[in-house]
């Protein structure tokens, strides 16, 4: 073990008293300090398996609440997660949870112009051979053509 894997080992405040203990169980200073660093490497990797498990638990249970119309708890669950772990899976769940646009179907053709009412209730529509729609908020029909 390097001086500065020493020195990273003593600013955790643990180092001191496990490097005393393996001494008094008779290991050399080298032997010692290896055994501390060693223990300190598996207790990483065990922490950051825990930390994936956690992860995996959340992104189930925001795919949970996103079946369950619970938006609001899912996105809190998915804020919540490390992000280094976000992967597809975790930006899939917050598309999912991002789909409050909607799709009217009024027109064969493509629409040219688009006006919404001062309330967001009513939108009037307007196709490429002058032909207007004008569609509800709750609905999405034709009120007339």
């Known amino acids: 073990m390097g001086p500065q894997s020493v020195a990273a080992l003593q600013g955790v405040g643990y180092w001191y008293p496990l490097h ?12 010692a300090e290896d055994a501390v660093q060693a ?7 065990a922490r950051k398996g825990e930390q994936r498990e956690a992860y995996d638990s959340n992104i189930e249970l925001a795919n949970q609440y996103i079946e369950q ?19 597809w899976k975790w930006g899939h769940l917050l598309y999912l949870c991002h789909q409050d646009a909607a799709s ?17 209730r009513w ?22 053509g």
């Open 20 to 31: 005393a203990f393996t001494r008094r169980e008779g290991l050399r200073r080298e032997k």
């Open 39 to 45: 223990f300190f490497e598996r207790f990483a990797i």
């Open 69 to 87: 119309g619970s938006i609001d708890r899912a996105l809190e669950t998915l804020w919540k997660s490390p992000e280094r772990y976000r992967h």
């Open 104 to 120: 009217i179907r009024t027109h064969e053709t493509n629409v040219a112009t688009v006006l919404f009412s001062p309330d967001g």
């Open 123 to 144: 939108l009037v529509s307007e196709d490429a051979p002058p032909r207007g729609r004008l569609v509800g908020e709750k609905c999405g029909l034709a009120v007339n």
